[in-house]
């Protein structure tokens, strides 16, 4: 059976629930799962990992990783590739995977799928193309292949295991890219992600002014938030925090409602 | 400063997405294509570089048919300084990967000390590409870009994170930028620079004068498309009937029937 390896993501010090998510998306592809966690001081998170579903964990801890970097991240992945001997890599589509994980599958010249919400025997992956108006199935050829997988696409993995931890050295010398700072943009950060509600309006309301008088109230009347459509945020109609769909935040409300949008109301959510 | 910019021809936002006979990709005939829109702000942003810098020079590459030549020219007209045309029927149905190469292979004959392009297409939305092309070249890349400044031998650019955050990250040239929506407002081509364009250099290019024959196309490609087809259809919506008030009256019932809020 093929061996797949899965790049876990952390978010405020533990692991991501993405990760756990890849974890169902391996045993629905069926293969053996080793995992790789990336970055400083995270021994407990690569346990955490081991213990629920990540089979045999690499840990890559370095100082230079402690913040995010596409060169870094490239090679810790790779020398987790070549250790497992995987010939399947999964990554979450986030910030991050959407950053390194066609990096690493032209350095390891492998089939790539990218944002996959599924996965069919074959293994034949099913994703969206043309801003969700269609979906499209993609079969790599035999041999390595990387693959992004659309966070929410399945449950995460609840169950347990006994999985074990295994550090991983890697030669983190001569990284070009250099992290500055993470900051919130500028005008008050609107984190859709996290909203239990969100009426999202889309170009055909008709002018700017109708989000603060009509989308802006109906949410607060509803108790949730506001949010928009990609030709609303790109004619400055509203800043790109509002933006969830295509390329924007990738939201996981109970209930959504949109207004005036010609998106489909699936596409990219969680 | 030498900047490359690669750019795509896509089907044009409005345009009618019908399957194909076999399945493989929508029916081309007939409908409009644009400049990916993604791909527009990238070039905006490096006719603001020559604004800023007279003497850089921007060079436009795009891959495909005959009709791509519209896509160049008007980016020609918006400013760019000469393009470049993979057309060669050779290069059809490659996979990303293929794409990254051929652009490789243009990059190296140009040697930019940035490339700048748009962080997916509205075909296939699959991001793939840039990430690539940065790994066989050779230099480092950040995507998401939302902001780019140009220092005296790279660039600071900020990316943008979920949640309303962004990462700050300083990339030594060369490298490559692949623009989010909204990075700048993209200007019109003129129509003095329309005329301009025509006078612009545009070379044409095949797969085998870039040394690719054999290792890009359909025959290389690691990733097909088996197949696509419109998204099924979700299971019980419900249309309401009447006017504004009895709309709403039923609407409001059914979030409350379902339990929603």
């Known amino acids: 059976m093929a061996s797949i390896l899965l790049v876990a993501e952390l978010q405020k010090g533990a692991i991501r629930e993405a990760t756990y998510e890849l974890v169902s998306f391996a045993k629905k592809l069926g293969g053996d799962v080793t995992s790789v966690v990336i970055g400083s001081g995270i021994a407990s998170q690569a346990e955490a990992l081991a213990k629920r579903g990540g089979g045999k964990v690499y840990a890559c801890d370095d100082a230079a990783l402690a913040n995010y970097n596409v060169d870094g991240w490239a090679k810790a992945v790779r020398a987790a590739a070549a250790a497992s001997g995987a010939e399947t890599v999964l990554f979450s589509n986030t910030p991050v995977g959407w950053d390194v994980a066609a990096r690493v599958a032209a350095g390891l010249d492998a089939a790539f799928v990218s944002d996959a919400f599924d996965v069919k025997p074959g293994p034949v992956f099913v994703r969206r193309i043309f801003n969700g108006k269609l979906d499209a199935e993609i079969a790599p050829a035999a041999g390595k292949v990387v693959v992004t997988v659309q966070p929410g696409a399945l449950a995460a993995f609840e169950g347990t295991d006994t999985g074990s931890t295994e550090p991983l050295a890697v030669d983190l010398s001569g990284l070009r890219a250099k992290f500055v700072e993470t900051k919130l943009a500028s005008s008050k950060g609107v984190d859709l992600t996290k909203a239990e509600i969100i009426v999202s309006g889309g170009r055909g309301v008709g002018a700017p002014e109708k989000f603060p008088e009509v989308i802006q109230p109906l949410a607060a009347a509803l108790g949730g938030a506001m949010g928009a459509s990609r030709p609303v945020v790109d004619a400055g109609w509203l800043p790109h925090e509002y933006q969830v769909g295509s390329s924007g935040q990738v939201v996981t409300p109970s209930s959504i409602s949109r207004a005036a949008s010609r998106a489909r109301s699936s596409t990219s959510w969680a | ?172 040239n060369p490298c490559l930028l692949a623009g989010q929506t909204g990075l700048n407002q993209v200007r019109y081509a003129s129509l003095k620079g329309i005329m301009a364009a025509k006078k612009k250099p545009l070379d044409v290019k095949t797969a085998e004068a870039l040394g690719l024959a054999g290792k890009v196309g359909a025959s290389a490609a690691k990733a097909k498309i088996r197949k696509i087809y419109p998204p099924p259809k979700g299971e019980g919506a419900e249309i309401l009937t009447g006017n504004a008030d009895e709309v709403v009256a039923k609407l409001v019932g059914k979030i409350k029937e379902l339990g929603l809020l």
């Open chain 2, 1 to 172: 400063m030498k900047i490359l910019v690669c750019l795509k021809q896509v089907p044009h936002q409005d345009a009618r997405l019908d399957v194909n006979a076999d399945g493989s990709w929508i029916k081309e005939d007939g409908i409009k294509f644009e400049i990916n829109s993604y791909d527009t702000f990238a070039l905006e942003e490096a006719l603001r570089i020559k604004d800023a810098d007279p003497t850089s020079e921007v060079v436009v590459a795009s891959i495909g048919p005959e009709r791509v030549t519209q896509a160049l020219r008007t980016a020609l007209g918006m400013g760019a300084d000469r393009a470049v045309h993979v057309k060669d029927p050779a290069v059809d149905g490659s996979d990303a990967l293929g794409i990254a190469r051929i652009l490789a292979a243009v990059a190296k004959e140009v040697g930019p000390d940035v490339v700048l392009m748009g962080l997916m297409s509205e075909d296939s939305n699959a991001s793939a590409v840039p990430p690539m092309l940065a790994e066989l070249m050779g230099v480092p890349h950040a995507t998401a870009v939302v902001k780019a400044e140009k220092g005296a031998s790279g660039f600071r650019v900020e990316r943008e994170l979920e949640g309303g955050a962004l990462e700050v990250v300083d990339l030594p």
